[in-house]
């Protein structure tokens, strides 16, 4: 297991989804089936709340689900995780030891215990589990301890033995897949994925799960979907949206690294698409976060890559003589020139762009030619106006450039500006 497994593991103990809640077999006596629906019903709008960052209103509902049924497990960890994040850990270490005084043998506040205070922890559970070999949920805390402390092979063991007691529940599912990536065992980790998504329609975590196995696989295209889908269900949840920033920039410089190698063959169609999913790519990541330093600092670039190959499109075209293929080129390159433009910081200019912007007046010029050569004096004009505008835009970007100043002279008096 990577270094990048720590990252996607750390995000599973934020946002958890509802499921199917199954009861301890010792715990405190059991609600009645009235109390148990309002417990899951409060529990289903607390998960809703954290997921949208309504983190108090979220509070307020694991209370009212546990106050509906003390012994619902999942409830009082939840809350316990929201507490801690919020920097309130303190209320759920007392409110556990208060209860486990009053029941010292008890499984279920010695295994909320043992996951409140670290100290001791896998000690304690293991002490619930003697207990009470029954209870799903101490098994599911051994194995998530294990996983934290990188003993893969007994997690695994720890979350099998929890799906044998309540093979329906997803979060054992998800559980299982954790130690599997942690084993090493990505495709695996995968086909467990599957499985708690379809237990668990609502919940994140499965696709940042089998996103950390895609990206042990190489897979980067399909850690970003993952991640993508993972975004749209828990838009509050900041770790995966940092993530997924961090990969979207990653593999749009990967299609920068594609561009360069087509555009050197001259395949400048494929040159182009490389160019534009890689600027695809990097907008969505300054949209996520406008200050990442490597999607601000590659955007303009990928812009000005999807530029220089509609240029090269456009000089193919010129060769070939075919006007209107090279017009349209050229409207595509001034469009990405443009937004490339627009990136930099006021006062800052780059060569390429610059480079772009007066290669373009050229072959706009070359356009307007061939239009007076086939319809008349007249024809080429509107071409011959945004040549004169691509050399302005150099210009702007590069004061001293000489053969703009020329050309955007020679146009002026030609249209008699």
Known sequence: MNARGSAALALLAVFAAACGEKKPPVAPPAAPPARTEAALRAFQEAEKAIRTGK?????????????????????????????????????????????????PEDPLWLTLNAIADPAGREERIRKAIALAPGFAWAHYALAETLVEAKRADEALRAAERALQIDPGNGLFHLQRASALLWADRPRDAREETRRAKELLPEDERPFVIEAQALLDENNLDGAIGQLE?????????ASPRAVLCDLRVKRGTAHLAEFQRHFSERHFGAAQRAAEEGAGLLEAAVRENPEHPGA???????EGAAAAAALGRAGAASEARETADLIAACTEAAGWLAKAASRLPSGES??????????????RMTAAQAQRTAGGPEAGRAQDLAALAAFESCLVLRPGSTTAARMAEELRQALGR
């Open 55 to 103: 983190t108090s209103q979220a509070a307020q509902f694991y209370r009212e689900a546990v106050d509906a049924d003390p012994a619902f497990f999942l409830a009082w960890a939840r809350w316990h995780e929201l507490s801690r994040a919020t920097g309130n850990g303190d209320a759920a270490r007392t409110e556990f030891q208060r209860r486990l005084s009053a029941a």
């Open 229 to 237: 889908e993972a975004v749209r269900l828990a838009p509050a949840a």
């Open 296 to 302: 601000k600092k590659y955007l303009p670039m990928a």
């Open 350 to 363: 780059a060569d390429y762009v610059a480079d772009g912007f007066l290669k373009l007046g050229g072959l």
